[in-house]
């Protein structure tokens, strides 16, 4: 089997209650993820499930439960944690398997499932495509016996251990007393164990999005609706703000002047005091195709470099793990530092700002704007069928516009893996002939997404 029915770029999501987040697909996915790890040995075999704070996490975690009780492995639920505490909890409590559900920054209608191996990491795209092919067999068989179904108990304590790992990531010698801090938790995974962590290493904690109904995940709130932090920052005086998304595996961070700082800005921090100090591995970070060329420039004037994957943060955990670096992340707020994580972790990155606030002395302001961002332009081009990136005017237009920005930009174009687009982004530094050169690609994809005649 080739062809993924299930799993998209970051595990299985959708719309709930409508194919594929039903619950009888969460049910044939813990059986089938059940026997799968469940293979070798006559131990008990375990695993942990974490979630958000989406409604429709009460009808996907039993139908899961249920599936995985049946093929014999224990079950630990977690209740609201962010998606980085599951993976580090599978570790630590050396399951077979962990479970997150949730579908991360999108609005509550929608939910997702998310799985990790025993050693944290997201599962390969192999293991997944044989996960597959065992839901859509026959799960009859390998059914656990009445006395071998696994037992399912509630973990309560489960918070207060991630809070305890996420505090020991702040040196020692370090304390964010005398600090005001917001921290929007986008009424999500995070709402209890952010503000907690934050205040028991010192600060005085402005907390936004700590209120979850079921439906407000993400609503107007969180990493990407940074206005909600942004006005509790001015509102409240305070040092700076931190808005997680609804899994808490991305951030985006405001200084005290309500200025936003995107993901690019938080990784040129992090490189730069961590090279200072010798910490930073593989002499430089990874990011995606989508980070500015400013970030670029700024690690090669210190020495460093940056290496691009495809969009989506397994593919810059993979090159970290084949090049061992320990920085890598996203634009849009995904910082994976896996000197403590596995995947990317919104609150620890927080605390790496935060240390180097308090080591400088400095004001959140004068730390921001590590880099000036080349000038970018984005234009999203929807298309009903066809493969226009295969169309000869549109391979010209971009061999047009590359020769036009002569090595002071670049061009990528790129179609969305979830949607029917086309992604066409241009920078340089001329920010009108980066207009320019994206307009006529722009106008290439649509003449060649057009039907014939």
Not at 144 to 166: F, H, N, S, T
Not at 288 to 303: D, Y
């Amino acid at each position: 089997m080739s062809k993924r029915s299930y799993f998209g770029t970051d595990g299985i999501r959708g719309q709930a209650n409508q194919f594929p987040m039903t619950p009888e697909v969460a049910l044939r996915v813990g059986m089938a993820a059940g026997k799968l790890f469940r293979s070798g040995g006559d131990r008990r075999h375990l695993v942990v499930i974490g979630k958000d704070t989406r409604l429709s996490g009460y009808m996907i975690e039993p139908a899961l439960v249920a599936g995985f009780a049946s093929v014999g492995m224990d079950v630990r639920l977690f209740g609201p944690l962010p998606t980085p505490a599951v993976a580090m909890m599978t570790r630590s409590m050396r399951a077979d398997l962990g479970v997150m559900i949730s579908a991360s920054h999108n609005s509550f209608a929608d939910n997702g499932i998310k799985l990790f191996g025993p050693d944290g990491y997201k599962l390969s795209d192999e293991m997944e495509l044989r996960i597959e092919t065992l839901m859509d067999e026959g799960l009859q068989e390998g059914l656990a016996g009445p006395k071998d179904l696994g037992r399912v108990v509630r973990m309560d304590e489960a918070q207060a251990r991630y809070v305890e790992i996420v505090k020991a990531t702040l040196p020692r010698t370090l304390s964010l007393s005398g600090l005001r801090v917001v921290v929007d938790c986008a009424n999500g995974a995070s709402y209890k164990v952010a503000p907690t962590a934050l205040y028991e290493l010192g600060a005085e904690v402005i907390p936004v999005g700590v209120g979850p109904n079921g439906y407000n995940i993400n609503d107007e709130c969180g990493s990407t609706h940074p206005a909600a932090m942004v006005r509790a920052v001015k509102e409240y005086r305070a040092d700076l703000g931190i808005a997680l998304d609804g899994d808490a595996d991305r951030l985006v961070i405001c200084d005290e002047k309500g200025q936003v700082i995107d993901g690019d800005q938080i990784m040129a921090l992090i490189a730069s005091a961590w090279a200072a100090q010798g910490r930073l591995k593989g002499g430089g970070v990874v990011a995606t195709v989508m980070s500015n060329l400013g970030l670029e420039r700024f690690l090669q004037a210190r020495g460093l470099t940056l290496e691009r994957t495809a969009v989506g943060d397994r593919y810059v955990m993979q090159r970290m793990r084949e090049g061992d670096f320990n920085l890598g992340g996203e634009a849009s707020g995904h910082i994976i530092l896996s000197d403590y994580s596995t995947t990317g972790d919104g609150l620890i990155a927080a605390l790496q700002v935060l240390a180097e606030l308090v080591r400088t002395g400095s004001r959140m302001s004068d730390l921001a704007r590590q880099f000036q961002p080349a000038p970018q332009k984005l234009e999203n081009v929807r298309f009903a069928a066809g493969r226009p990136l295969e169309s000869d005017k549109v391979k010209a237009a971009i061999a047009e516009g590359e020769a036009r920005l002569n090595g002071a930009g670049r061009v990528l174009v790129r179609a969305s893996g979830t949607e029917r687009l086309i992604r066409v982004m241009a920078e340089g530094d001329d920010e009108k002939l980066v207009g320019q050169v994206v307009g006529q690609i722009a106008e290439a994809v649509r003449l060649a997404a057009q039907p014939a005649g």
